[in-house]
């Protein structure tokens, strides 16, 4: 399939007639009625009924004379048109009929659905189109046999009909095709196509050169891309249908179609990569850190990779390259635990000033300003670093230093209003993004809070005492408690979208009005397992099992259901989270496990991310690891 896909990039036309499909006749084509099955009927309105059909295929207005159509010039019918033909017919072929002898009135069958009943398309390979002539009079026919014969069939009267000849025996059967697509608006066809699947559309692609404009067209191949789970992209690409083009002119305009087609052509190729075991990506290795590499952060539309270390350095590598862009030294006066970005503005509005925060273990939260003017537009909502400056150090700066905590400072989030740090001292910490100033500090967990998620408004805390507590910001209350893990807990993801709005409600479920139904939270733990919650009801969905150690980081797209998670093992899992229904119609959660890499890295794994082509992972060996699954493809717009 992805190869037929990439046929439909350089469409091609040979052997393709316009507006004419496999054994169907073309939209000028005039048509001559058959008496051969007895009605009686006089040749005149056999006459008149000709011209008019005559005048419906070729898009001229009936006037009783015969006109011929213009092939050139092939308008589409609207329905209006085949209904009024359609009334006209029925009224000139069944004039009222006396009521019959049980007093009930005769209605024999509308006309125009007796033709559209012998409108089917026989098989190309067995047709032929043959025109046959009869004395001074013309009449031009379309007729397609059976592959066996190649005869004129000799006619005989001025009704038409077949003369029986004892000697020649010829199964012929008279159809007659028309393409009916070719009599249809185009917003309705284009309606029709974009509800097909890849391989309909494929099909259709080869019907014929119209058949084929709809097939390539723009609006199709962008609702096939999104109409796949998790598959996005970063900006909205041309998509008015060149269908409402000209035919002269839907030729030229190619590149909106053509570029979706890519787009899909390079997704699916991506996705069967992630999913074919024996497929072998390329992988990078970095190295620069002199310690432990805590934790690495990712921007995709920078095409930057940020990392903290044990060594007391933060450095910003080339994503694509894993070349070394910067490094921070001397500003944290311990380990960096944690990092988080936000280029959002800087991506979309052009070079400017990115923001990042980090913490330590020196119980410092830093919150810097990150100097993005040798960043240049790359494509479409996309930056990367300027080839003349990959010599030169990121300037960043520290804006400000948050202080506060009495321990390490573990981990962060951040949002478009909040800063979210926890650390060893047990106590979260809620910070102003806009002020820097401090907001509140949530107390309750027993132990070291080890990660924080944030999301709508709330805060989910997990702590080394084996519960999470989610707080609401802007009341500062305990929301709920969340426990049954074993033992402690290192990681946390708080993420919405999911779960359905009611599918995981029990009647006897605690709900709390406060927390969206759709907000879940993913855990994973010292008990080596990872546990899929329900915020709002509280209720642990499933658990997952596989690692061998301590699990200790999580990422996770709610859009596309991809969970991966690193351990103490030496092994990254790659999970597929789905939801569904179970016999009793409540909703469930399950995961399945469809890819794993072990021992790429020689020791404990501390972080992992992702995006669409890579998998990033750091590890207490010193090293950061990238895995691309990209490789050769253009992946640019892919979130």
Known sequence: ???????????????????????????????????????????????????????????????????????????????????????????????????????????????????????????????????????????????????????????????????????????????????????????????????????????????????????LDAQVWKNLFMRNRGWRIRTVMPTASNTQLKTSERASATTPRNHWISLYRSRRTLERRWADASYKPQEIKLLGHSDSVYCLEIDSRLNMLVTGSRDRTIKIWELSTGALLSTLEDHHAGSVLCLKLDFTDAAARGPGIGFMVSGSSDRTVRVWDVDLSEWVRNGANSLSIRPSARGTMVKCKVRKILEGHTGGVLDLKIDERWIVSCSKDSLVRIWSRETLEPHATLGGHDGPVNAVGLQGGKVVSASGDGRMILWDLASRERLRVYEGHDRGLACVEFKVGLLSTSSFRTDDADDNPAIDQNDFIISGSNDRKIKIWSAQTGECLTTLSGHDLLVRALSFDSASGRLLSASYDKSVKIWDVVEGKSSGGNGTVSAICTRRFENRHTSHIFDVKFDARRVISSSHDESVIIVDFGEGLDTSLFV
């Not at 169907?24 to 009924?49: E, M, N, P, V």
């Not at 009449?139 to 009267?157: E, I, K, N, T, V």
Request: net charge negative; proline share 6%.
């Open 1 to 215: 399939m992805e190869d037929e896909v990439h046929q439909l990039s350089e469409p091609s036309t040979s052997g393709v007639h316009d507006k004419d499909i496999s054994g169907a006749g073309s939209a000028t084509t005039t048509a001559t009625l058959s008496s051969s099955d007895g009605d009686g009927h006089s040749t005149t309105t056999k006459r008149t009924l000709n011209q008019m059909l005559s005048s419906f295929l070729s898009a001229t207005p009936f006037s009783g004379v015969s006109s011929s159509p213009d092939p050139a010039e092939p308008r589409l019918r609207t329905m209006r048109s085949i209904a009024s033909f359609d009334t006209a017919a029925y009224s000139l072929i069944f004039p009222p009929q006396a009521d019959d002898e049980m007093g009930f009135t005769t209605k024999p069958r509308r006309f125009l659905s007796r033709i559209l009943a012998g409108l089917s398309t026989p098989p190309a390979s067995s047709t032929a189109h043959i025109s046959k002539r009869k004395g001074k009079r013309k009449a031009r026919a379309s007729y397609y046999f059976d592959a066996q014969s190649d005869l004129d069939l000799p006619l005989d009267g001025e009704e038409g009909e077949l003369i029986d000849d004892e000697g020649c025996f010829v199964d012929a059967r008279e159809t007659i095709g028309m393409d009916i697509i070719s009599y249809l608006p185009s917003e309705l066809v284009l309606g029709i196509f974009v509800h097909l699947d890849v391989s309909s559309v494929i099909a259709c692609s080869s019907v014929s050169k119209y058949w084929r404009v709809f097939a």
